[in-house]
């Protein structure tokens, strides 16, 4: 049996589902983004139980089609920005629809219905949110973080960041009051 859960974007999440899984003694097979894969099947009592333990923390389960696509979408889309940006080889729509199998088009109309923006909007958010937290760390000069992320130059970079933020990079690095956004909250 596989469950869907909501706002499992990282590896700490899923580390913290596990826990919740293990607390109420229910064993698992795998513990992914967005999907936990159950030994065995769940007696009602239980998922109240869970999802109620899940809830506390921050996490949902998905039990519609419409919505288990659109957090598959966005569980591919933050992986790409946190984890594998240069792994980026075709568009962003090529590569949802050979994760997802299923045409870009639909993919699209059905994100923008649910959550009132476009996947290129969700997309350019994480990666200015990735950025902001690239130009806080102060390891990396702007010219890397750029490349990094996959952008065809620091002007695109410093273009998109200054659209999204209202700031160029430069200053929202002198700036210490702006927070980042959490993941979820894009």
Known sequence: MKLHIKNMVCSRCKMVVKSVFE???????????????LKNDIQEKQKQELLKNLRVIGFDL?????????????TIIIDLVQNKNNDLKTNLSDFLSQQIHQDYNTLSNLFSE???????KY???QKIEKVKELIIYDELSLSEI??????????HLSNQFK??????P????NLKS????QIEDL
């Not at 109420?24 to 992914?32: D, F, K, N």
């Open 23 to 37: 607390n109420l003694s229910i064993s698992t097979i795998s513990v992914e983004l967005g999907e936990v894969e």
């Open 62 to 74: 998905i039990d519609d089609r419409k919505s288990k696509t659109i957090d598959k979408i966005k």
């Open 114 to 120: 649910v959550e009132n923006t476009t996947i290129e």
């Open 123 to 125: 997309f350019i958010n």
């Open 146 to 155: 750029a490349y990094s992320l996959n952008y065809s130059s620091v002007s």
């Open 163 to 168: 659209k999204a933020t209202g700031f160029s």
């Open 170 to 173: 430069t200053y929202f690095k």
């Open 178 to 181: 702006i927070k980042r956004k």
